[in-house]
């Protein structure tokens, strides 16, 4: 059984679109996050919700928008993509203090 | 603020080999640490952890202690194989409450046969 799950693996789309990923958790777990990587394989945390309530907000251009309808989801939402959006995006869910990261998306802007 | 430095790859070795990958922290405090790898193509999975000084975390031969005076957590393998060839990642959970992971660049491994 898949234990985190985003969609889609993979995302080609042109500048100025919008678009979304998702994430599920199959796990229980109260609190899930999005990272990007780079690149360079450089990884960053962007968002941290705990049973749908935000808790981290780092420095993420406000196109980027995170909804939780519930504890086992946590999507996020891209508007107006630039290339620099460019990116593989991970969700990932936590118990405790061990992580658990799903495959990743893919993002390429065009 | 909380940091982690590793040694930038690529590493590249011999099966058989022995491996370093050096990994040392700044935070406030006793920090939670831990090593994930990452696949070529797939996400991060944890490989090792130590939550407080002296512990040693240890998972499919590889090994890291976690040392206070030094504050390092440098990973070790005595004998890497071909299927250890992955990115690497040092990282810290500060005592702050966030549970935010605080990442090091990653270090590559490629083991050659």
């Known amino acids: 059984d898949t234990a985190v799950s985003q969609t889609p693996k993979y995302l080609v789309t042109q500048m100025g679109n919008d678009k979304s990923i998702k994430c599920e958790q199959n796990l229980g777990h109260d609190t899930m996050y999005w990272y990007k990587q780079d690149s360079k394989k450089f990884l960053k945390i962007m968002f941290s919700?705990?049973?749908?309530?935000?808790?981290i907000n780092e420095t993420v251009p406000n196109r980027f928008s995170p909804k939780s309808p519930d504890k086992a989801h946590l999507n996020l939402h891209i508007n107006s993509l630039e290339l620099g959006d460019s990116a593989v995006y991970f969700c990932?869910?936590?118990?405790?203090?061990?992580?658990?990261f799903g495959p990743g998306t893919r993002l390429l802007v065009l | 603020g909380d940091s982690v430095t590793q040694m930038e790859g690529p590493v590249t070795l011999s099966e058989e080999a022995f491996l370093t990958i050096n990994c040392t922290y700044t935070a406030t405090g006793y920090p939670s640490l831990f090593w994930y790898v990452q696949y070529p193509g797939e996400g991060l999975q944890l490989l090792l952890k130590a939550t407080k000084a002296d512990d040693k975390g240890s998972n499919k031969g590889f090994e890291a202690t976690y040392r206070k005076e030094t504050t390092s957590f440098h990973l070790e393998k005595g004998s890497v194989q071909v299927s250890d060839s992955a990115v690497y990642f040092c990282?810290?959970?500060?005592?702050?409450?966030?549970?935010?992971?605080?990442f090091g660049k990653g270090t590559k491994l490629t083991v050659n046969p």
């Open positions: 919700y705990n049973n749908k309530e935000l808790i």
């Open positions: 990932a869910s936590s118990l405790e203090e061990t992580q658990y």
């Open positions: 990282a810290l959970i500060g005592r702050g409450g966030s549970e935010k992971l605080v």
